[in-house]
């Protein structure tokens, strides 16, 4: 009897169901082509399992959407934002809110308020809107993340932590001024959804205190880092989730959040942020780019879902099968030999397309292609996180990112654990055919954000 596993499980059942369409070969050949083969690009109605993002393609609780009924339509002062408002307080621990559309609407009016031009802004691993806004305002980012992070077979528990010295190295060469903060993710999204452990935490709150620079947090996916924390941290087992995550953000003095993520939500974000001064300036500037500071740009209805979604994401059952969802997949994956970003993260499996293609250099966009061919295989969409997603410098030249990955990235609440195993087989399928697979170029090429809209053709 001992040995007998104890499995987890979903902590929901379901009350309604969405239909999925499935596509034949030629019809998933033909909807590639046109979409320019980047996955992008193709209608959702042509895709059976999606795991582009997990990004606002949560489904929300039976709670969630009787929320939505008490939406407050109110032009100013809806009650929906005084319950967002304590909700945030005392889930997460900041002082003052300012609801926005969505992540990046915060990390604008932020980024416009603290970069000034030549500052440096130090992160753990870039993200793609949150280092286009710091450049937008002027700044330059600098990656400190731990070198650990760069390599996918390196299994350290931590990835997304820190790396202090290089830090300090940058405060020595550049000055405590010129650095308005360090930004700070959990869950390091382009790492392969990878924790920042709470030690390393501390000891950058110690530092930056003594070089009176400011911790920004990217708090999108604060629980799934907390669910790791809790499993792999000294000292941390017996803590619920709800704990870490307020602990994790008492090292921080702001952060920027798109609630599309953790917080269960189709559309939402906010900025939160415990210095006043900071709160003044981007209440006056939500006016300008959202809508006025007690809604940013959201319905009062959406508000009110996401203070419950806020709830519900920090509680332990709900955290520990949303991940065990993602590693079951992992786990299917690496059974069947294909190479994986380690340990598996906690939003998506992201495949090393360098090890899976290793015939097809950078430049023929290897994640790009192998993410055409998974649609091709089955209709599961995924997306290139490479040198397509990297994008280029101010200067013009491509950033050559070390990883080159696709990601599969589950939604919250949305797929079973069959739709987990029809995707294992099908990355499987197209690894044994691997071989027979060429690479792509570039036909067109946004100036911005280039991987949302850019078209491909077969070499
Ligand atoms: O998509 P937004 O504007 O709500 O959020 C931007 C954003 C900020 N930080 C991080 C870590 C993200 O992952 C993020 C958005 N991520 C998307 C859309 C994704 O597919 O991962």
Sequence with gaps: MKNIKHSWAEPYKIKMVELLKMTSPAQRKKAMKEAGYNTFLLKSEDVYIDLLTDSGTSAMSDRQWA???????AYAGSRNFYNLEKVVQEIYGYKYLIPTHQG?????ILSKILIKKGDIIPGNMYFTTTRLHQELAGGKFEDIIIDEAHDPENECAFKGNVDLDKLERLIKKYGAEKIPYVSIATSVNMAGGQPISMKNLKELRALTKKHKIR?????TRVAENAYFIQQREKGYANKPIKAIVKEINSYTDGATMSAKKDALVNIGGFLAVNDWDVF????NMV???EGLHTYGGLAGRDMEAMAIGILESVGDDHIKARVGQVIYLGEKMMDYGVPIVKPIGGHGIFVDAKKFLPHINQDQFPAQTLAAEIYLDAGVRTMERGVVSAGRKAN???YYPKLELVRFTIPRRVYTQAHMDVIAESTARVYERRNS???MKMIYEPKYLRFFQARFEKL
Excluded: T
């Design 67 to 73: 929320g939505m009924m008490m939406g407050d339509e």
């Design 104 to 108: 990046r609407g915060a990390e604008n």
């Design 215 to 219: 911790v920004i947090h990217d708090m």
């Design 280 to 283: 003044e300036e981007a209440r």
């Design 287 to 289: 006016v300008v780019y």
């Design 396 to 398: 013009g030249e491509n």
């Design 437 to 439: 697979i060429k690479g």
